[in-house]
């Protein structure tokens, strides 16, 4: 089962209390005083691993605790520290603060981490307090609590390519094709309810890491149907390819609603988006270009759009390779682009 999206409480570790004692040894007098300090509280750590491709795991604990320190000791040795709760994500989670709303870190590389509760302070020992007028100091301090939150996380597939249109609009037969991933295809909408993602060959050293996106409905950007749910997932995407069923057979389903309507749609949802999704760089593809319909749609589509639109067929193969080289040139590009940006 897929989940990306969760709400987690984290209790970072309180701080052992120091000691308050004084050298009792024979044939020593006023030994003085040897309260050692209490060990911090252990920290809560969130880190992303490639072994996770899901919040499924993390949600299903409401609440995280972080181990206490130990108190301290007589003379004067300190008390253990607190081991630190390490909590393994799957990369493409972003951290957010669940009262306030605010991102407080959004982890998308392999080994990125966060402390994201820090340990309560060990309180200090009595010898601590010793100077030359208190020379036996009777105080000593508590450990501190360690730090609270309350934590939503949401998961946002990273992937070079992301495949969009309405449903059963071929993404899942596109992606079994060029990659080994194994999606749910039937003949019948909402066959994909979670992101699938696949890796693509492209030539003969090159790839491509391609995610199958749920499909999309007109209103989907205030939340109908999947909502936001599929369209989060969008963001990360550096390519969109947007994918059209331009088959006779498609449009009696869409109620004779034709190919570049089906088109509109889905832009219009990628624009009405709280991130603007419309200027993302994309390749306009037709699929199911077997059905001797299909020539008359691909026109429509062409006239609507106004750009190249790339002719395939994933039960017969055709024009695959020729889309997954266009899209890895513009992946490239965005990936130079965004690299001097940064310069």
């Given amino acids: 089962m897929f989940r990306d999206e969760c709400e987690i409480e984290v209790r970072a570790g309180k701080g052992g209390d120091g000691m308050m004692s004084f050298r009792r040894e024979k044939y020593v007098q006023r030994g003085g005083?040897?309260?050692?300090?209490g060990g911090d509280g252990g920290s809560i750590v969130l880190y992303t691993s490639d072994r996770v491709n899901s919040l499924l795991?993390?949600?299903?604990?409401?609440?995280?605790?972080?181990?206490?320190?130990?108190?301290?000791?007589?003379?004067?040795?300190?008390g253990a520290r607190g081991e630190d709760l390490r909590i393994e994500v799957p990369v493409g989670t972003?951290?957010?603060?669940?009262?306030?709303?605010?991102?407080?870190?959004?982890?998308?590389?392999?080994?990125?981490?966060?402390?994201?509760?820090?340990?309560?302070?060990?309180g200090r020992g009595n010898s601590q307090f010793a100077n030359s007028i208190v020379q036996a100091p009777r105080h000593h301090e508590l450990g501190r609590e360690g730090?609270?939150?309350?934590?939503?996380?949401?998961?946002?597939?990273?992937?070079?390519v992301g495949l969009i249109g309405l449903p059963n609009a071929g993404k899942s037969t596109f992606l079994s094709r060029v990659s080994a991933a194994r999606p749910k295809i039937a003949d019948y909408p909402f066959t994909t309810l979670e992101p699938q993602v696949g890796i693509a060959q492209v030539g003969d050293y090159d790839t491509l890491c391609i995610a199958d996106l749920p499909g999309l409905i007109e209103g989907?950007?205030?939340?109908?149907?999947?909502?936001?749910?599929?369209?989060?997932?969008?963001?990360?995407?550096?390519?969109?390819?947007h994918l059209v069923d331009v088959s006779a057979a498609a449009n009696?389903?869409?109620?004779?609603?034709?190919?570049?309507?089906?088109?509109r749609v889905i832009e219009a949802e990628l624009r009405n988006y709280e991130v603007d999704?419309?200027?993302?760089?994309?390749?306009?593809?037709?699929?199911?270009?077997?059905?001797e319909g299909a020539d008359e749609g691909i026109a429509l589509l062409e006239a609507a759009t106004g750009h190249k639109v790339f002719r395939i067929s994933s039960l017969r193969g055709d024009g695959l390779t020729e889309l997954l080289t266009a899209a890895q040139k513009l992946v490239r590009e965005a990936d130079a682009a965004e690299a001097a940006a940064k310069a």
């Fill in 252 to 263: 009696e389903g869409r109620g004779g609603q034709g190919p570049d309507e089906a088109w």
């Fill in 147 to 160: 730090e609270v939150r309350e934590l939503r996380l949401v998961l946002k597939i990273v992937a070079e």
């Fill in 33 to 37: 005083p040897d309260g050692g300090d």
């Fill in 57 to 78: 795991d993390v949600g299903r604990r409401r609440t995280y605790r972080g181990d206490k320190g130990r108190p301290g000791s007589t003379r004067n040795c300190a």
């Fill in 277 to 291: 999704l419309s200027g993302r760089p994309n390749l306009i593809v037709a699929t199911k270009c077997e059905d």
């Fill in 220 to 241: 989907a950007a205030e939340g109908i149907g999947l909502g936001h749910q599929f369209l989060r997932h969008v963001e990360r995407c550096r390519v969109l390819l």
């Fill in 94 to 122: 972003e951290v957010c603060d669940a009262k306030r709303g605010h991102v407080l870190r959004d982890l998308t590389e392999l080994g990125d981490e966060i402390v994201i509760a820090q340990g309560g302070r060990g």
